[in-house]
């Protein structure tokens, strides 16, 4: 069944760690997007990319990095330089041209230790 | 810059009943989304409203837009206890590379 990957389900990072969440997805889609989402709060976008080798900031990039070197994958890292990192993380595909829906995967919970 | 806001944060309602939840944005948009979230899980894609006067109903949900108002609204008939999850209104602003941008949610709680 096509969809998307998220691994692992449960992450937890030391002070002063980096961290790499990984998102599969099988479904041929060209737009990928990593979102953060905070306790009772919606979703805030970290970074996306609409084409292989190429990525845009979202809305609260600082202290993440993340690349696109294949289309169905697109990591992110979590740097020690992210302070408060402790969330639920939701990666999300589509496909550009085609129909509209979002596709999200089951999510990574970071916690810091 | 994009804002979207969702009012009520919070509702308890009895089975049975109806309520309205309200999702205002701040610029034109292409499409707006209406996402349903159960705890620790992820999202489950409801509606999608692409033009003016969209309406969409599935089961008890129903989904509306004003793209004049910028408003959407879910509408709940009969409230079930299975329908308690936080619901998100996400909104793709024109020009914004389909960026969905999300409101805060609102949790509603529908009590037996």
């Known amino acids: 069944d096509g969809g998307i990957t998220q691994s692992p389900k449960y992450l937890f990072r030391k002070e002063g760690q980096n961290v790499t969440l990984s998102c599969e997805q099988n479904?041929?889609?060209?737009?990928m997007y990593w979102y953060r989402q905070d306790p009772g709060q919606g979703l805030r976008l970290i970074y996306y990319s609409q084409i292989v080798n190429d990525f845009q900031k979202g809305d609260i990039a600082e202290g993440y990095s993340v690349s696109r070197e294949k289309k169905e994958s697109f990591p992110l890292t979590v740097t020690s330089a992210q302070k408060n990192p402790t969330a639920f993380y939701l990666c999300?595909?589509?496909?550009?041209?085609?129909?509209?829906?979002?596709?999200f995967g089951s999510g990574t919970r970071l916690t810091v230790v | 810059e994009l804002k979207v806001e969702q009012n009520p944060l919070f509702l308890s309602m009895q089975e049975g009943k109806n309520y309205t939840i309200y999702c205002n944005y701040s610029?034109?948009?292409?499409?707006l989304y209406w996402y349903r979230q159960d705890p620790g899980k992820s999202l489950e894609s409801l509606f999608v409203l692409l033009s003016n006067g969209a309406v969409k109903q599935e089961g008890r949900l129903m989904a509306s837009l004003d793209t004049k108002a910028r408003l959407s609204t879910l509408h709940i008939t009969a409230a079930v206890h299975d329908l308690s999850a936080t619901y998100f209104c996400?909104?793709?602003?024109?020009?914004?590379?389909?960026?969905?941008?999300f409101g805060t949610g609102t949790r509603l709680q529908v009590t037996l």
């Open positions: 479904l041929n889609h060209d737009a």
């Open positions: 999300a595909s589509r496909e550009l041209a085609g129909p509209y829906g979002y596709t």
């Open positions: 996400a909104v793709v602003g024109t020009g914004t590379a389909s960026k969905l941008t």
């Open positions: 610029t034109t948009s292409d499409r």
